[in-house]
């Protein structure tokens, strides 16, 4: 067991920092930073892929709402007709999180077939909205994806909502 113990802690020394990102190829999830809603290892690079080529028919788009958002630095929305690490065709950043549309935006919407989400942070000090006590703070962002037809979801809540002090939580049951 001590042995064991002692590998983990050697793997995440090695390791540097706990996984994030990944291929998602459902067509409702979550996104979320690395033990969420504490704070971030900096500095963090994650890639979530969005990868709805065979959920897409007409009309199909990937929304990723912004419910629990709280960094508003190094946060950008990519789409792609095509995207794997060797080939990537049309991308176009979509969306950029800053300090002004962190608290205005509700969702980024893409009817391209992938939406790449990347995070990357150097530090923590100016990124964040609520770092207020030690006991209210909240770091990085648990937000959900759906891959669906249709018009986007009007009932999601966002921070804005709950006045950034409340917890909000999507009304979808994600399983
Ligand atoms: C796609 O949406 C358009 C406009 O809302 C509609 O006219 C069309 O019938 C839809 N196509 C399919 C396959 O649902
Ligand atoms: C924030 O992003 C919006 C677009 O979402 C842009 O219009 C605005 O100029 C940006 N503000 C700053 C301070 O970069
Ligand atoms: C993350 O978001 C999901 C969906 O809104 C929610 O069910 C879950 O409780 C949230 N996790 C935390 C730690 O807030």
Not at 52 to 81: C, D, K, R
Not at 158 to 172: A, E, K, Q, S
Request: net charge negative; proline share 4%; glycine share 6%.
């Amino acid at each position: 067991m001590r042995t064991f113990l002692l590998l983990l802690v050697m793997a995440a020394a090695a390791g540097g920092r706990p996984r994030c990102g990944g291929v998602l190829t459902a067509a409702r999830g979550i996104l979320q930073t690395p033990g969420f809603p504490a704070e971030l290892p900096v500095p963090i690079h994650c890639e979530w892929v969005i990868d709805a080529q065979n959920l897409a028919s007409p009309n199909t788009s990937i929304v990723v709402y912004l419910t629990q958002l709280y960094v508003h630095e190094g946060l950008s929305f990519t789409e792609y007709q095509v995207y794997d690490k060797t080939y990537q065709l049309d991308g176009r950043v979509i969306h950029t999180v800053n300090e002004t549309n962190v608290v205005q935006v509700r969702w980024v919407q893409s009817f391209q077939n992938f939406l790449v989400i990347t995070l990357k942070l150097d530090s923590i000090d100016s990124a964040h909205l609520r770092v207020l006590d030690r006991f209210l703070d909240v770091y990085g962002f648990n937000i959900t994806y759906e891959v669906a037809r249709g018009p986007v979801r009007t009932d999601s809540c966002t921070i804005m909502d709950c006045g950034f002090t409340g917890i909000c939580y999507d009304h979808y049951t994600y399983v």
